[in-house]
Each structure stands twice: as C-alpha cells, then as structure tokens.
C-alpha cells in the first residue's frame, strides 16, 4: 500500500509540475502580447496619427514624440527587469540553465530553486522581451520548470513560509532532483513544444558523466528508469498540452486539435 500511495503521488505530482509549468509560461506569453500591444496600439499609434494632424495643419513634424515615448517605454520594462534581478534575486539572472545544470549534478546552489527566482525570472523575462531586448523565454522556462518541480514536490514553499504537509515522502535530495529533472523537461516542451526533447535534455544535463563499461547494469534497472522517464514525460506532455491550449484560448482559436498536434497534443487551431 505504501509503495501504491508513493507511486500514485509521484504521477500526481508530475502533472502539476506539467500543469503549473505551462502556467507560467503562458502567463510570460499574455504579459509579453500586452505589452507589446501597449508599445504598438496605444503609444506608436496614437502619437502617429496626431503627428500626421499636427503635420497637415502646421507643416511641422513631431516624430521626436513618438521616438522618446517608445525609448521611454522600453526603458521602464528594462528598468524593472534589471531591478528584480538586481535587488531582489541575482541568481534570476541569465537563462538559469548552467545553474540547473550544476544542481541536477549534485551542486548546491542557494536560491536557485526558491519562488521568489520564479517570480523574478518569469517577470523578468516579460520585461526583457517586451521592452525590445534580445532575449527569450526558452532558457529561463528550464529554470522556471526546475523551480516549479523542486517546489511542488516537496509540498512546501520556504520563502513565504508555507508547509502544506503533503509529499512529505519526497523531501530528500534524490527525489528532488528526479522533480527538478521533470521541471526542467516540462520546461523545454512549454517553451519548444517539444516533450521528448525536454526528456532528452533532463537526461543529457543530468548526467555529469556516462561510463560505457557500466552500461550493460542498465538492464537490471531497466524498469525503475523506465518509469522515472516515463513520468518525466508524462510532465512534458501535459505541459506542451496545457501551454498550448491556454494560448489557444487566448487568441480565440481553441476548441480543436490539428492534425500534427496529435502527435503531442500540443497545438491547436
């Protein structure tokens, strides 16, 4: 029975890792459209067409206007971006990757894993996109997945702080590092919408080393890394599955699968 609860709140846990994965990366995709559609529709727009008035009736352009609103614009994105990383989680910044990197192999890293370098690094990365930097979401949705995995599993949250009492069969380091793993992988099937790539690289970067003499003991723990796999998987998918429909959703296209989504169930039409 034990052994029954363990695995049945381990498959639990990794569709929520899949579930809030795709959350927060869906979340840094509306945040990105709105202020892209704040810098565009309202600012660029707006200032455009009293430019053009003001042109016709006095022969003087105002483009200036329009340039100092938008380099203002991007300057406050930028601005809160810089400070969250700045002052309130320094580990946020970057792509988080080489930090996940380390702590899959062992390597105790403070903070790395704690929700306020979720929040700065989803925030963050809206700020940075939106605000016209040459940056992307895909290397901090590894970190964010890892956070999502390393917190979830452990069914407690140390920066508010907050103990939910649940997983409690979960809270040592081995079985924080298989969620992180499964994170990680969610991480890359939200922002790529690829699951098996994201399998693929938690196994790649979980792995300091691979000794080919040792290969062949791989066949007396085929089941048990069998089903880690298969669980962290499972994670990548349910997060592709859920990204996708929510932005889906989003821009009003959601209802049905297309005919290459049925492959991961992942994009919609």
């Known amino acids: 029975m034990r052994l029954w609860r363990r695995s049945r709140n381990r498959w ?6 899949g579930v809030f994965t795709a959350v927060v990366a869906a979340a840094i995709d509306i945040m990105v459209h709105y202020s892209q559609e704040i810098k565009f529709g309202i600012i660029i727009k707006q200032l455009l067409s009293k430019c053009d008035k003001q042109t016709e009736l006095t022969g003087d352009g105002c483009m200036w206007t329009v340039e100092a609103a938008w380099m203002c614009y991007n300057c406050i994105l930028v601005g809160i971006a810089g ?6 989680a320094p580990i946020a910044g970057g792509s988080g990757i ?5 702590f899959l192999n062992g390597i105790q890293i403070p903070e790395v894993v704690m929700l306020k370098t979720l929040i700065s690094k989803a925030v963050g990365v809206a700020c940075a996109v939106g605000g016209g930097l040459s940056a992307g979401k895909e290397g901090p949705m590894i970190h964010s997945g890892a956070v999502v995995g390393a917190g979830l599993s452990q069914g407690r949250c140390q920066s508010i702080p907050f103990d939910t009492g649940l997983f409690k069969e979960f809270r040592n380091d081995r079985e924080r590092r298989d969620f992180v793993s499964a994170g990680a992988a969610a991480g890359v099937a939200a922002a ?3 699951p098996i790539g994201g399998v693929l690289f938690s196994l790649e970067e979980g792995a300091s080393f691979w000794n080919q003499n040792l290969t062949w003991r791989m066949v007396s723990v085929a089941q048990p890394v069998s089903l880690r796999m298969l669980s962290t998987f499972f994670s990548a998918m349910i997060s592709a599955f859920t990204v996708n429909s929510i932005l889906s959703w989003f821009n009003g296209r959601s209802g049905w699968l297309s005919w290459t989504g049925l492959a991961n169930f992942g994009v919609f039409e």
């Not at 400070?83 to 309130?88: G, H, Q, Y």
């Open 83 to 88: 400070c969250l990383v700045i002052f309130w």
């Open 98 to 102: 080489p930090q996940i990197k380390c």
């Open 12 to 17: 639990i846990v990794c569709f929520l890792i």
């Open 192 to 194: 790529f919408g690829a």
